[in-house]
Nanobody, 118 residues
Framework: QVQLVESGGGLVQAGGSLRLSCRTP????????MGWSRQAPGKERELVAE????????LYADSVKGRFTISRDNANKTVYLQMNSLKPEDTAIYYC???????????WGPGTQVTVSS
């Protein structure tokens, strides 16, 4: 497992943008596939974006495809989630996650709140 710390959440109006960041102080950042998930009140946690170790193969949930972009800076051990055209239904706690290839996500950050007002 690795330690993960998110930042960048907040309150934004519908149609606006936010960028989330997640940094790990560990030495093995490049060993991990990184993801962003979210959980809205009363709903199950949803994986919204995932990025392979080299940063060349992003995957997105249908609910965010075309609006969110995941990227990573391996030199600075940071993964980002750029969120554009935000909708009220994007309101949730967003969690950074990490996993080794062939395994399940087992490292999670504490989460950052994103609230989109209509």
């Amino acid at each position: 497992q690795v330690q993960l710390v998110e930042s960048g959440g907040g309150l934004v109006q519908a149609g606006g943008s936010l960028r989330l960041s997640c940094r790990t102080p560990g030495r093995t950042f490049t060993s991990y596939i990184m993801g962003w998930s979210r959980q809205a009140p009363g709903k199950e946690r949803e994986l919204v974006a995932e990025l392979n170790r080299s940063g060349t193969m992003p995957l997105y949930a249908d609910s965010v495809k075309g609006r969110f972009t995941i990227s990573r800076d391996n030199a600075n051990k940071t993964v980002y989630l750029q969120m554009n055209s935000l909708k009220p239904e994007d309101t949730a706690i967003y969690y950074c996650a990490a996993k080794l290839p062939g395994t399940r996500y087992d490292s999670w950050g504490p989460g950052t709140q994103v609230t989109v007002s209509s």
